[in-house]
Structures are given as C-alpha cells and as structure tokens.
C-alpha cells in the first residue's frame, strides 16, 4: 500500500518560505511523477507544481507560483520537495502531494500552509 510522509507546513509570514517533503513508500518501482496540488477554502483543488521522477527533469508550475516555487526530487528516496519563497496571503491553502504510477493517482492526507502576518 502506498503512504506518503508530507512535513514541512506551518505558519510563516508574507515574504517568508517554507520547504514542504513528500516521501512515499510502498512502492517498488519509482512513480512517473509526483508533485503538489493545493486546496484553499471554499476553492477547488489546484495544481502547484509537479515534475517527471525520469530523467527528463520536466517540471510544470502553476502561474501564480512561477519565480517564487521550485520543485524538485529524490529519487532514490522516493521524495519530492517543494520550496516555496517570497509567500502571499493567497498560498494559504491545504497542500496535498501526488503521485502518479501508469493509470494510477495516489495523493496524501496534506499539510496546512498559513501565510499571515
């Protein structure tokens, strides 16, 4: 069964950053990709950021994260960080990590993120 470790959340104030991990096990095989998506209150679930766990190195950014995010990757631990640097009010949100394996999408329980002042 697949679990995922999720760290690195909190409350930090505007400008701040955080570094979230994701670290799964269970697996044999390595997953396609992994990443973060994003749930704030009464708004849907977003994408933040996700990459290949290949060796192409491709990485997708939400706009509204570009310059300020980075993804990137362990793969031999099965991980996948997320930096996140010069924080707004509006990356207040539930970020969920996600991994995906051929036609299958795992997700994680989550780990609040409260940027406020």
């Known amino acids: 069964q697949v679990q995922f470790v999720e760290s690195g959340g909190g409350l930090v104030q505007p400008g701040g950053s955080l570094r979230l991990s994701c670290a799964a096990s269970?697996?044999?095989?390595?997953?396609?990709?992994m990443g973060w998506y994003r749930q704030a209150p009464g708004k849907q679930r977003e994408l933040v950021a996700d990459m290949s766990m290949s060796s192409d190195d491709r990485t997708h950014y939400a706009d509204s994260v570009k310059g300020r995010f980075t993804i990137s990757r362990d793969n031999a631990k099965n991980t996948v960080y997320l930096q996140m640097n010069s924080l707004k009010p509006e990356d207040t949100a539930v970020y969920v990590c996600?991994?995906?394996?051929?036609?299958?999408?795992?997700w994680g329980q989550g780990t609040q993120v409260t940027v406020s002042s």
């Open positions: 269970g697996i044999i095989f390595s997953f396609d990709a």
């Open positions: 996600n991994a995906a394996l051929a036609s299958n999408t795992y």
